[in-house]
Nanobody, 126 residues
Framework: VQLVESGGGLVQTGGSLRLLCAASGFTFGGNYVIGWFRQAPGKEREAVSVISTRDGRTYYADSVQDRFTISSDRTKSTVYLQMNSLKPEDTAIYYC???????????????????WGQGTQVTVSS
């Protein structure tokens, strides 16, 4: 399994970015979930949003609800994270991760995931 993130960058407060997570080595569907996590300097890695590749169920952290949208394209084996109304506190390295354990309360825990991408930097200037 390989995950490759892209789409990060520098944006001003209120701006938008779209992150991509290109997956290979497994087939969308089944019990696979894809999660976006972020880690800011000095802080723990936290779940931002998660999607089930089986039925499209989603999770959003309270801090990004109504600003971020996660989606997936099965034909491209790619998961997207559309980030709007960005704030300086969204600045972090964003990682995508994959797990074959199904969708449940455990999907917000980083240790659940077996596969991780290399991360992409998102910086929001004030």
């Amino acid at each position: 399994v390989q995950l490759v993130e892209s789409g990060g960058g520098l944006v001003q407060t209120g701006g938008s970015l779209r992150l991509l997570c290109a997956a290979s080595g497994f087939t969308f569907g089944g019990n696979y979930v894809i999660g976006w996590f972020r880690q800011a300097p000095g802080k723990e890695r936290e779940a931002v949003s998660v999607i089930s590749t089986r039925d499209g169920r989603t999770y959003y952290a309270d801090s990004v609800q109504d600003r971020f949208t996660i989606s997936s394209d099965r034909t491209k084996s790619t998961v997207y994270l559309q980030m709007n109304s960005l704030k300086p506190e969204d600045t972090a390295i964003y990682y995508c991760a994959a797990d074959n354990g199904g969708f449940g309360p455990w999907v917000v825990t980083p240790s659940t995931y077996d596969y991780w991408g290399q991360g992409t930097q998102v910086t929001v200037s004030s």
